[in-house]
């Protein structure tokens, strides 16, 4: 016989619960000058610190670390009277005005300030906070219930019932305005019914916000006898709704049956609206079979896992493992066991009960957890005759890892039942759209119902879960009673089937289309289906949902503009009309009410526009290679949307309303070159809905005849030129399969007026360092390139293999002399420079020089900016000494002036080594200088060795090749200041 480990039946709030303080109808104040939460304040802080502070948290008691602020109010309001070395033998922190002190006094000294100050104030009071009267749940304007409010439903003559495991604090929240001043309270539990919890006062507070002229019956309960209970009561006492946000987790296995789910079913088998929570087990939730492939008894929840890490909560929170298996109501058979292990696989607690004589199948563990950390969790097969399915659920825990969670099915019970409806949780910031709340319960029932059947907000704000907001299907779960409440008030002749198909039919879609798994039949709305649509420039069609405000006193409908004029009485049973001579393009509003005898109830508006005319007489302009405009007459419009095609039968969206293009003319860019292109052109109405389309057809231009096409697989050397009118012809030279795309290239001669991919002022700030850079930049020679695909896309990629670059120049002499450089600079010296980053660089690789045909030519690796320069290179000899200006004139303008270098004297065409000396006409050395590795320039500044400016005159130089002493240079120039 193994051994038993009993396990108390516990119901389970779908949401996390905490406990708090007992309230008082009535109690007499001890102090009369305090105010009474204050004077409160001070008995339950005696009684317990931590109760305190909860209560001060409850009551909204502002706080800053264990010190209530406070108003004193003094004697004659004159804070004179007020002795404040009272305030400071506490530690109280004050402010003192004429007629009031505010002060934070600490908590446990509250109660001594107040007797010390008696007789020098007049009142003690908190500090009066600007709010609104009540706390109103967000889900009441999220479901539309405000439509039924403003129409006069608001739950009258509706009994609705709240079961659920805690009330507390109800009486504050009627005090407060939050619950009806007068409930019917029913107790089945052992405990008071003012206290334990205040999940249920939560629920209430939703339903009373919904309909707040509903008769509210709360009833507490602690377990399934209680639920019975329960059900007699409502049975006998006529309800009409009930909500219930309780479920268990070990009662069956998620088909419907037994003795939980018969209850529940009795609701509606008594024609009882019974709504409750589907539960907030998904993340908590494990289902499969039973599975030994090694044969040690123990299950793999994988392949060759037997573990299923889960993680606990803070610490001190008691959490609940449950394991069940598909042999319910009772089995004398099957029997496995539950075991839990912590990180380190050290057993910390197991549930090894017998089933061998009708025992329900199911294992429980109870633990607190130590902090938030993970544990383990085993199930052993003791004694089976097959392998069952068998399920964990989680209280107060997670699955650790998001791929072990099995969501689907995880739906607790009573919410599995046939008779209930079942309410699934949508956060209310994403009501519109979703998603789900990440805990919430999912379907389907195991006996393959679709579950939940509706879903309703929650993380909403109520007066009891202040200041934090109020989550999980618990919250949703009263929502939907609520909303059953305002539509048996707007006619009370439905049937809980009714009630149920009228709010299913209103339903808001979400997740997949129609009923599903996760949203049910989608979110709870009670919107009245009030809409438009354009049939033509005309026509539009007013259409509303049938049985929507059609109780028995409502006679039909009635249909006004927005200028209150009726434009049509329809009877009740209609559901649409088509209004008619109407203006093109033009919004109407539309009021829509229904009508009883004696009066109207405005039901909803709606405004939409009548359809555009098709724009008309299109026409087509080639603008360049790769472009075309369209032009159009919008004929009144809002705004277009453009398809092209190529064959007049595929066609693709360029333009659509996300583009908003409002004018009457559209550029279409990145096309190919000469081909024919279709365009459709539609215009939209003022609510985006299209009308019919102009039709149009052209081609972008021809390339001109001096544009070379390249093919990617060409065999031969293909080649590119442009000319510029100074130097002659540029030349781009194509190796076989050096491009990837077929296209073409284009040579902007004029870049340095009119670049593309940088700025001229770019260009002219890079020339402005080519003197530094002892480099002369070849006039006309700055050219631009780039390769085109046939669409005009500019094609960066590097080449397949390395194009080759050539640009002229300029020797009319044919002396070797590069035309119009002064000082002179030999044609040798040309080479060929790239910008980048704001600066020319030598383009790296050998570069040709062609003195028969005067041009230079680089391989390149990618297109860019070039030019052509003269780059300072030494001489081999000293043969060609070239000294400027001479004379040298400081300061002056014109030839003699100052050089390209600055004030001084330039020295040409040296060697890469040197040694020069310069003398004056008695011999004295003037300046010596001495260059390896040069770039065979030397600027003198025209000062000596002392750094002093020499004197006018006439000055010798003597210029040695150090490498051979034989090469040598002498020479004179003059200075004249």
Known sequence: MKKIFTIIPIIFV????????????????????????????????????????????????????????????????????????????????????????????????????????????????????????????????????????????????????????????????????????????????????????????????????????????????????????????????????????????????????????????????????????????????????????DADNWHEFSVGDEELEITTPSAGTVFYIYLTWDAFPLTSTEDYDLYVYNSSLIEVGKSIDTQDSNDEPSEAVVLTSPGQTTYKIKVKEYSTTKDSEIRIFLYNASITNSGDMVKPMSITTPADSTGTVTVAAVKYTDYNEGPQEYFSSQGPTHDSRTKPDISAPDGVETYSYRPDAFYGTSAAAPHVAGAAALLLSEDTSLSADQLEDSMMIRARDLGDSGKDNIYGNGALNLEVVFEGRALSTTEIEWYWSTGTFTGSSILGYRIYSSANELLKELSVNTSYWIETGLNNNTQYTRYFKSYNASDEFLLGNVSKYTLTNPPTNASILSDGMHAIQLDWNGNGASRFRIDRSSDSLNWETIVDSSHNLTSETYKDEGLRYSTLYYYGIYGYNGDNVLSSSATVSGKPETPSSDIQLLVSTSTVTQEQTANDSVLGDIRIQIPQGAISQDGYIIINTDAENSPKDVTSADITAANRKLTLQGIKLVESSIIEVHLYNLYGSTITTDFQDNLILTIPYIDSENDGLVDGFLPVSKVESLRIFTLQDSTWTLVSGEHTLDRTNKTVSVEIPHFSLYMLASALIPENKLDNVFVYPNPYKPATDGLYGASDFGEGVVFRNLTENVQLKIFNLAGELIKEYNKTGGNGTYFWNTRNEDNEKVASGVYLYYIVNPDNKADNATGKFAIIK
């Open 14 to 293: 779908l949401l996390l619960l905490f406990s708090s303080l007992n309230a008082e109808n009535k109690r007499k104040k001890k102090y009369r000058h305090l105010n009474s939460v204050l004077d409160e304040l001070i008995e339950v802080y005696k009684k317990d610190k931590a109760t305190g502070l909860k209560f001060m948290s409850m009551k909204k008691v502002p706080q800053v670390e264990e010190k209530v602020k406070v108003i004193i109010y003094p004697k004659d309001k004159n804070s004179d009277n007020v002795d404040l070395k009272v305030l400071g033998k506490y530690g109280v922190e004050y402010r003192v005005s004429k007629d009031i002190i505010s002060a934070k006094i600490p908590v446990k000294y509250l109660e001594a300030v107040t007797k010390e100050l008696e007789n020098y104030v007049d009142y003690i009071n908190l500090p009066k906070k600007a709010f609104t009267q009540a706390y109103t749940t967000e889900g009441k304007d999220l479901i539309k219930a405000n439509l039924y409010h403003d129409n006069g439903y608001k739950g009258s003559g509706v009994k609705v019932a709240v079961i659920d495991a805690g009330f507390l604090y109800y009486n504050l929240a009627q005090i407060n305005g939050d619950l009806p001043g007068v409930v019917t309270a029913v107790n089945y539990s052992d405990t008071s019914f003012n206290a334990t919890d205040i999940h249920g006062t939560g629920c209430a507070e939703i339903v009373y916000d919904i309909a707040p002229e509903a008769e509210l019956h709360l009833i507490k309960i602690d377990d399934d006898g209680d639920f019975a209970s329960a059900r007699d009561y409502c049975i006998s006492n006529s309800i009409d709704v009930a909500t219930m946000s309780l479920g268990w987790l070990n009662a069956n296995f998620c088909d419907g049956r037994g003795s939980l789910c018969d209850t529940a079913n009795d609701f509606r088998e008594n024609d009882i609206f019974f709504t409750v929570s589907a539960g907030n087990q998904a993340q908590g939730h494990w289902t499969g079979t039973f599975t030994d492939v």
